[in-house]
């Protein structure tokens, strides 16, 4: 679909499902339509910079750049600059990368202009290799290997080891893939010959634009000294800028890395307040910014297609990623790298997720809190097409409100996780699942990971309440599911739920066409059980859901138009009068 029709039909949308909120007497947080992504403006010169540096193109390394007349080039001008300079970019495309700065500046587009920074070089020197193929030499190659902890007698068979290389090559735009062999070339793949040198295509070069990845990174704001200065421990400003094709990641922002548990004044501190802004950072082979730092801001970017991660949040409080578009993550859907669009790892801290529209990556999760996060906040986010819509693994406490997951395998999940809050947000053909398993600090593949948050019996607490989760007919899983491993039964006896109540389930299916709620554990008594109703819920007697309702066999329409992202609740629908996102509403 068209990237601004499908930015129309959202705002149509959560105008109409405000509407609808807004009209039962309750006004409720929801993703606002946007703008979501870069929003295009012009950047006047800033007047408080200390120092102003010009860049082009075609800038003259030995020019100064502080005249616009007599621009320097960007290699220049990053050696340069200080604490409180700024550097303006002339609009074209810079083929540049490997660039590192230690100190708290401003780097974005002169007024209006469009600057586009990329990884790659043009590849004209083509011959003809014969069978429809065509050769160069290339020797800026980036071979590379699993990580350390990935299964090989797992994943080979789906994920071949040439698809860990991180080279990229191009054809007019269009991003070519890769194969393992020479004699497997079409004109929709390549082949590199990493011992000779050699790129092969199987799409005549002649008149079109060939691209192949010739840089690892663009910018990496370092913590070491550089360009004979200490670093000042401020983060860059970096906006407007189009980033795209490296063959590692777009941006660095560098910092400590705690590899065992430890307290927020450890880390984060290296560098602060970075702000990421109206940036595209797109066709990086592996991700699109590795990001460290408290106070992180990123706001109206575009992260899309990439393999796996979009953003990789490193071990700092106080981040906010608010009005972002994160896309086609896992674009080769690599199996066994537990890809995700966001991934925030490594005991973050009060990390914002707020009024963020992430998609199209069926392969991958979409916002995923992993490892050892503390009190996450996820809200008015909308998410769709994912794995998992907001992951939330070993950590500890996060408040989900207002969001709308739609066609996630899991919109909403907690995997060994505590005191997850999930109030008003809409699932549609989107379970909830609340699970945990016997994983624990002692002896685990990862490590030290288990160690950084609840232990096996503190894996409880959550709260879910007045959610509404819808399935269509092409939907035959649970809506809710709370599962443990049976081995657990014995140590816990109770459901991880602190609350659970005044949800509605509407179902296009009958009762006993389709799993409905699983639970386990249930009592002491009751490992688990799968129920195919909320009476069939309630004769347990545990205390849950005892508000809640629930419509099966429904053969209308819960919504006006979901295809176009009309919300509005159906007047044939029963439980219209109750309001979107807040069913039902307690007295």
């Known amino acids: 679909m068209n990237w601004m029709k499908r930015m129309s039909q959202i705002k149509v949308f959560i105008r109409l499902l405000l509407f609808t909120v807004g009209t039962g007497g309750i006004l ?3 993703p606002s339509g946007g703008p979501y992504g870069p929003v295009s403006q012009s950047y006047e010169v800033p007047q408080n910079a200390n120092a102003v540096y010009y860049v082009a193109p075609d800038g003259n390394e030995s020019a100064t750049g502080t005249r616009i007349g ?12 200080s604490t409180g300079d700024a550097i303006l970019l002339r609009g074209g495309t810079y083929r540049t990368g490997d660039l590192k700065f230690n100190q708290g500046i401003l780097i974005q587009p002169y007024l209006d202009e469009q ?7 043009v590849a004209n020197n083509w011959s003809n290799a014969g069978k429809r193929l065509w050769k160069t030499s290339w020797w800026k190659l980036f071979p590379a290997e699993p990580e350390s902890w990935w299964r090989r007698e797992r994943h080979i068979k789906t994920t071949p080891l040439y698809w860990f290389n991180n080279d990229m090559v191009f054809v007019d735009g269009k991003l070519l893939r890769p194969v393992g062999r020479k004699g497997d070339v079409d004109e929709g793949t390549y082949y590199i010959d990493y011992d000779a040198g050699e790129v092969f295509i199987g799409i005549d070069p002649e008149g079109r634009l060939v691209e192949i990845t010739a840089q690892d990174n663009a910018l990496t704001r370092v913590v070491e000294p550089i360009h004979g200065k200490e670093s000042d421990r401020k983060g860059p400003v970096i906006r407007g800028i189009h980033f795209s094709q490296y063959a590692f990641r777009a941006i660095e922002i ?6 065992a548990p430890a307290h927020p004044s450890k880390f984060g501190k290296e560098v602060v307040g970075t702000v990421l802004e109206n940036l595209s950072m797109t066709y990086c082979s592996r991700v699109g910014a590795y990001l460290r730092g408290d106070g992180l801001v990123v706001r109206n970017c575009l992260v899309s297609d990439t393999e796996t991660e979009g953003l990789f949040i490193f071990a700092s409080s106080d981040v906010l990623l608010e009005r972002n578009v994160f896309r086609r993550n896992n674009v080769q859907n ?13 005991q973050t801290y009060r990390t914002i997720c707020r009024d963020n529209h992430v998609y199209g990556s069926p392969n991958s999760s979409g916002i995923w809190y992993d490892v050892g996060n503390v009190d996450g906040i996820f809200v008015d986010n909308l998410i769709e097409d994912v794995t998992d819509g907001v992951f939330f693994e070993i950590s500890k406490g996060i408040t989900v409100t207002g969001n709308v997951f739609v066609n996630c395998e899991k919109g909403i999940r ?17 379970m909830a699942a609340f699970e945990r398993t016997t994983r624990s600090a002692f002896g ?5 990971h288990p160690a950084t948050g609840p232990d096996v019996d503190e894996r409880d607490g959550h709260v879910f309440e007045h959610n509404l989760l819808v399935a269509d007919k092409s939907y035959d899983r649970e809506l ?6 049976e081995e657990q039964c014995e140590q816990l006896t109770e459901p991880p739920f602190a609350a659970l109540d005044n949800n509605v389930y509407v179902r296009a299916r009958e009762i006993g066409q389709s799993p409905f709620i699983h639970l386990s554990p249930v009592r002491e008594d009751l490992c688990s059980a799968n129920l195919d109703s909320l009476a069939e819920f309630k004769t347990l007697n545990t205390g849950f859901e005892t508000n809640s309702r629930d419509w099966s066999g429904f053969k209308g329409s819960v919504f006006v138009d979901a295809a176009k992202y009309d919300f509005r609740l159906n007047p044939d629908f029963a439980g219209a009068d109750l309001g979107a996102g807040a069913c039902p509403v307690a007295d």
Do not use: C
């Open 28 to 30: 409720l947080g929801y």
């Open 70 to 81: 007599e621009p320097t080039t960007l290699e220049a001008a990053i050696s340069r600059v």
């Open 115 to 121: 600057v586009f920074i990329k990884g790659s070089e």
């Open 254 to 259: 560098g910092g400590a890395d705690p590899e």
């Open 334 to 346: 690599m199996q066994g790298y537990y890809p995700a669009a966001v991934k925030i790892f490594n």
């Open 414 to 430: 907690s995997l060994n996780g505590s005191d997850l809050v999930a109030r008003y947000n809409t699932l549609i053909n989107s």
């Open 444 to 448: 685990d593949h990862f490590g030290w």
């Open 480 to 485: 809710l599911y709370a599962h443990q491993m």
